[in-house]
């Protein structure tokens, strides 16, 4: 508690996010995150991006979901202006997706699967277990004073060097109207979360299931996303594949978040805990594939490690939780208690 207690939540986020965003998902494995230029240029994009998204959260008295549309409109900052990936067929990860679903000059297949995973797992996970790791500041802002302007000019700064930099590796010169597309769409998101009200998430007031059914519900979900955005594509032709590819993703995130929604209100920090960790239990699970992976062209040395230090950080992080929960009834009469939701 000590410790925790002079580490400001901010500076955790700051680097949380980057780690689960790009080094959990191997996309940059030890060898390429842990350096003074990838640590730095990751660090700024997914950590700042990240503490921008709860600030404009907080400050706009908002819930979980306008969280998730915020997290939607930094992965079009990221994916469709700082590296282009949307629209460059030349990105080195696309894989296939750099054909399967390449219409007008857009990769649409990557561009809604990335905007999902950043949307949730860059974004909203991070900020959900940083929020779980000091409940008594949850509800205040964290970027003080000169902080928040500081931030958001070095975030921005951030995507412009990325636009200039990924796109001149890859090469590729990104279509104006592409860029001014991909603003636009953010600025939509930003606004959609303006609008949305705080208790959208709050739809039925009933008992919540026990914090198992949720990681293995997420955890369910995140391997069907798997399945078919990673799979799908490769078993079905292109004719056609790409849209029912795209309708099947997306119905499948509605109707998680939808489940998610009517169970929000009466959920616990072991439930929202629960949550976060099925959301992230594919990667975790994906490590030791990756490190072990002689296809991949990159080094993938560490990716084991990385995924047991993810397991031990969430063990800890749970035992603080269940600790906090027993300080908090151990003085209430074992009927009361009984009353509780379950946790």
Avoid at 171 to 196: C, G, K, M
Avoid at 258 to 267: E, M, P, V
């Amino acid at each position: 508690m000590g410790i925790r207690n002079h580490i400001p939540p901010a500076l955790v986020l700051l680097l949380l996010a980057p780690a689960i965003g790009e080094l959990l998902s191997g996309s940059s494995p030890p060898t390429e995150y842990f350096t003074p230029f990838g640590l730095t240029i990751l660090t700024a994009l997914y950590g700042g991006g990240a503490l921008l998204v709860r600030e404009i959260k907080i400050r706009w008295k908002k819930g979980v979901g306008s969280l998730l549309l915020l997290g939607a409109s930094y992965a079009v900052i990221e994916e469709g202006v700082m590296v282009a990936s949307w629209f460059n067929p030349n990105w080195p990860d696309l894989g296939m997706m750099g054909v399967f679903g390449r219409w007008l000059g857009v990769n649409w297949v990557w561009a809604v699967d990335l905007t999902i995973y950043h949307a949730i797992v860059s974004i909203t996970v991070p900020i959900l277990l940083v929020e779980l790791a000091y409940p008594e500041r949850r509800g205040e802002p964290w970027l003080k004073g000169r902080w928040l302007p500081t931030v958001a000019i070095i975030f921005t700064l951030d995507v412009f060097f990325g636009l200039f930099l990924f796109n001149r590796v890859t090469d590729y010169t990104p279509d104006p109207i592409h860029i001014l597309l991909s603003l636009i769409i953010a600025a939509a998101l930003i606004s959609a979360a303006r609008l949305l009200k705080r208790g959208w998430a709050i739809k039925e007031d009933k008992p919540v299931k026990r914090p198992l059914y949720y990681l293995l519900y997420t955890f369910t979900g995140s391997v069907l996303c798997v399945l078919v955005f990673y799979v799908l594509p490769n078993i079905i032709s292109t004719q056609g594949g790409p849209i029912l590819t795209i309708v099947l993703g997306v119905t499948l995130i509605l109707a998680l978040i939808t489940r998610l929604r009517c169970d929000w209100k009466n959920s616990t920090d072991n439930h929202r805990l629960a949550i976060c960790v099925g959301s992230l239990l594919v990667l975790i699970l994906l490590t030791p594939i990756q490190e072990l992976d002689r296809s991949r062209t990159d080094n993938t040395r560490g990716m084991i490690t990385v995924g047991l230090a993810a397991v031990f950080l969430l063990l800890l992080l749970y035992r603080r939780i269940v600790k906090a929960k027993r300080a908090r009834v151990g003085i209430m009469p074992q009927s009361l208690i009984m009353q509780q939701p379950a946790s």
